[in-house]
């Protein structure tokens, strides 16, 4: 019911969105006139969406590439996620702001000095660079979240996803594990949730120091 809700929700969307980029389209060739800078903006926006779009399963993607927009409602459940995760997040802000302002300070240097004009990707690139920027800072912080544990804990082995995927799986709903430690030669499970690891109920035998690929 969820999934249809949410593609219900971007058909809907969709047909306004691009409707009103091919109206626009048809409009300005029609007259012959020069088109609005926002319609170059909808369309690297667009883009961008369909870029990280990829990084959700199908049904998200589809979602996303029919309503762009759509991907507010991704913001706003990752920052509820992250809320219990203030040093996450912290570095998500952190490292999406500097990769975004390295993206337009360099658009700018080769516009400048190498006379490389990119007006078509003055928002693309930048929207990129802050997902990618964020993504890596934020991994990088939740790995040492993880391995801070499992040392904690004396771990013979640790074995994380990357936090890029382990969103992934968050938000396709999946019983995907985030990280697996062995500890007094028994598996455990990380849970960003509670922040810790916990013991895994499944029937398991490996040596000490096999961790299995999360």
């Known amino acids: 019911m969820g999934e249809m809700i949410w593609l219900g929700m971007a058909l809907i969307g969709g047909l306004g969105w691009w409707g009103i980029i091919a109206l626009t389209f048809v409009w300005c060739a029609w007259r012959k006139r020069e088109r609005p800078k926002w319609l170059s903006f909808a369309i690297q ?9 990829v990084f959700f399963e199908p049904i998200v993607l589809i979602g996303l590439l029919l309503f762009p ?4 409602f991704l913001g706003l459940w990752g920052l509820s996620v992250l809320t219990g995760h203030p040093d996450i997040l912290a570095a998500l802000v ?17 516009e400048n000095r190498w006379h490389i004009h990119g007006p078509a990707i003055r928002l693309f690139a930048p929207l990129c660079a802050m997902w990618i920027g964020g993504l ?10 993880i391995q801070s544990e499992a040392e904690r804990l004396s771990a013979s082995c640790v074995n994380s996803r990357s936090f890029a995927s382990s969103i992934r799986i968050a938000a396709e709903g999946s019983s ?11 598996l455990y499970n990380w849970s960003y949730k509670q922040s810790r690891f916990y ?8 040596s000490a120091t096999n961790c299995p690929q999360p």
């Open 45 to 53: 926006f667009s883009a961008f969406i369909a870029f990280t779009a």
């Open 69 to 72: 927009l759509m991907w507010f």
């Open 94 to 110: 952190i490292g999406a702001v500097f990769a975004g302002l390295a993206a337009i300070w360099t658009g700018r240097q080769a």
């Open 136 to 145: 890596v800072a934020a991994g990088v912080i939740a790995e040492q979240k």
């Open 176 to 186: 995907g594990t985030h990280a697996y430690a062995i500890i007094d030669g028994e």
């Open 199 to 206: 013991l895994n109920q499944g029937n398991f035998s490996a």
